[in-house]
């Protein structure tokens, strides 16, 4: 597989880290432990999971996979291409993985970005969190 080791960076939305931190048997936490994929966030996104949280345990391990998450600048607005149509609080998602020149944007919003979902913006490729795993899984640290 000649592209192992090209590295890939992945912009997470929320709904992939509140999914990955919620138990210790979550199939999201494979972002983690995939070879030459460095999972990315940025302040926006954290604090909507912050706001989400409500049980220690989850919180527990929210913090650990913070850790080993790499933390992006929040992107300017304007940087998202004007034919782009999303909601107004999704917007600084795209922004941040565009502006922090991602490979892809992983997001299980379905009803707000699946209209995106294998569609490249800018340079992103949008993907769904099991869509991204199943094309990269061969990538799992042994």
């Known amino acids: 597989m000649p592209d192992y080791f090209q590295p890939l960076f992945v912009y997470l939305d929320a709904n ?3 999914s990955a931190s919620w138990s210790e048997q979550n199939r999201f936490l494979k972002f983690w432990r995939l070879h030459a ?7 926006y996104v954290v604090d909507e999971v912050d706001r989400n949280i409500r049980k220690a345990e989850h919180r527990l391990r929210f913090d650990m996979l913070m850790e080993k998450t790499t933390m992006v600048s929040d992107g300017p607005l304007q940087i998202v291409p004007e034919d782009i149509v ?14 922090a020149s991602m490979d892809y944007l992983v997001t299980g919003d379905t009803n707000h970005f699946g209209h995106l979902h294998n569609n490249t913006v800018s ?3 949008i993907l769904s969190p099991s869509e991204f795993l199943d094309r990269y899984e061969y990538r799992l640290k042994l």
């Open 16 to 18: 992939v880290l509140f």
């Open 37 to 43: 994929i460095t999972p990315a966030t940025s302040p």
């Open 86 to 99: 999303l909601v107004s609080k999704d917007r600084p998602i795209l922004a941040s993985a565009i502006f």
């Open 123 to 125: 340079h992103v490729k």
